[in-house]
């Protein structure tokens, strides 16, 4: 089959031949139909993230059709269409018991430990392929599988309440979906940040009330004076700058004894200075992960029954082989471009 194999950072993917992946009793072989550019993508693109081994075979949002099952496999049949939950998790240690697989302690992840979606074929475990209702394409199952429901999760990381108030600083693929998360729930008043017009255009058509250009205004002035000097309910960082985390710091509510809640979905790689440490309170700041299992669940029949609208979600459709072309765009905010898709 075709991949694309990643060897090193700064050099563009190489797209290879290689053996089509035989599956066990509890696997099923998935013919790929969609696979959407992570940011973290950029991550392993620029050597901020290495992944688990190399060569590998990047790409965790991934949706397509069962071609094969293994002999001992229940849950999914030939043809099925179906969307992969990219964390592999063991369903025993103490983490996976309390439902939080993406802290399963033996956890290895698709497209970083093991290979991924950018591929023609991929052989996961069984337990890791969930069914696509019809109603829902290939490329919105795709991106269901990270950027929909990280979003979706670090609501729920947050606590989110219905009217609750909320901030969210970048609007990218998992940031623009926390927006529309946000009004899907019920918040009060959501404020987007970003640096690009296009996402803020868009921003308010996925539910945002008020946007904020963090280029050329103070975002923490400004969510202080929407907020009547309050701070929003719940600030979320999806940008991953040390600039936006103490923006997102700053911007939670803060009275006598309450708190925002603030929470870190994107990768930091460099020390934070927490600025608003002084007015943070009990509970105040969380680190959201990935998403679970049962988010994922709950995102597909969200999706399924139309409650959320993914109709915009993706700006670019790609042909398999120009995946540099799609990280380059998404890595320099070209073309207007909010998620891409490799359709196969
Ligand atoms: P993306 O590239 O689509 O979005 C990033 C957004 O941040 C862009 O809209 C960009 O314009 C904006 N931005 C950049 N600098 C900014 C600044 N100074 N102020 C305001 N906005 C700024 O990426 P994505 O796919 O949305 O992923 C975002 C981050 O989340 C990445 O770090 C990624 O690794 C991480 N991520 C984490 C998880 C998780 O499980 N926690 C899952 C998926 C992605
Ligand atoms: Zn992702």
């Known amino acids: 089959m075709k991949a694309f194999r990643f060897y090193e950072p700064e050099v563009p993917w190489k797209l290879e031949e290689v053996p089509t992946p035989t599956i066990g009793d509890n696997d099923v072989l998935v013919k790929i139909k969609a696979a959407g550019i992570c940011g973290s993508d950029l991550h392993y693109k620029h050597g901020r993230m290495k992944p688990g081994k190399i060569p590998i075979i990047l790409g965790h949002e991934i949706a397509g059709v069962v071609e094969e099952i293994g002999s001992k496999v ?31 302690r033996n956890r290895r992840s698709i497209g970083h430990h ?116 309050l701070g929003v309910d719940v600030s979320l960082e999806v940008a991953g700058t040390e600039k936006t985390m103490e923006y997102a710091l700053l911007s939670a509510c803060e009275s006598n004894y309450a708190s925002g809640r603030v929470v870190s979905v994107a990768a930091q790689f460099k020390p934070i200075v927490i600025k608003g440490m002084r007015t943070l309170r009990e509970g105040a700041l969380r680190k959201s992960g990935d998403h679970t299992r049962d988010d994922l669940r709950r995102v597909i029949q969200l999706v399924k029954a139309k409650r959320i609208d993914l109709s915009k979600s993706i700006t670019h459709r790609l042909p398999f082989d120009k995946l540099n072309y799609g990280l380059e765009i998404l890595d320099e905010k ?11």
């Open 74 to 104: 229940r849950n999914v049949n030939i043809g099925d269409r179906i969307c992969v939950h990219y964390i592999i998790s063991c369903g025993d240690c103490v983490h996976c018991s309390q439902g939080n697989d993406n802290r399963c």
């Open 334 to 344: 070209k073309e207007n471009i909010l998620r891409a898709v490799l359709i196969q």
């Open 114 to 229: 093991v290979d991924g979606g950018f591929a023609e074929y991929i052989a996961i475990p069984s337990r890791n392929a969930f069914k696509l209702p019809d109603e829902i394409p290939f490329e919105q199952g795709a991106i269901i599988g990270c950027a929909v429901s990280t979003a979706f999760h670090a609501l729920r990381v947050g606590e989110f309440q219905p009217g609750d108030t909320v901030a969210v600083f970048g609007l990218g693929g998992v940031g623009m979906h926390v927006v529309a998360w946000a009004r899907v729930f019920g918040a009060s008043k959501i404020i987007g940040v970003d640096i690009v017009d296009f996402k803020l255009r868009l921003a308010k058509e996925f539910g945002a009330d008020f946007t904020i250009n963090a280029a050329e205004e103070d975002p923490v002035k400004e969510i202080r004076y929407l907020t009547d000097d």
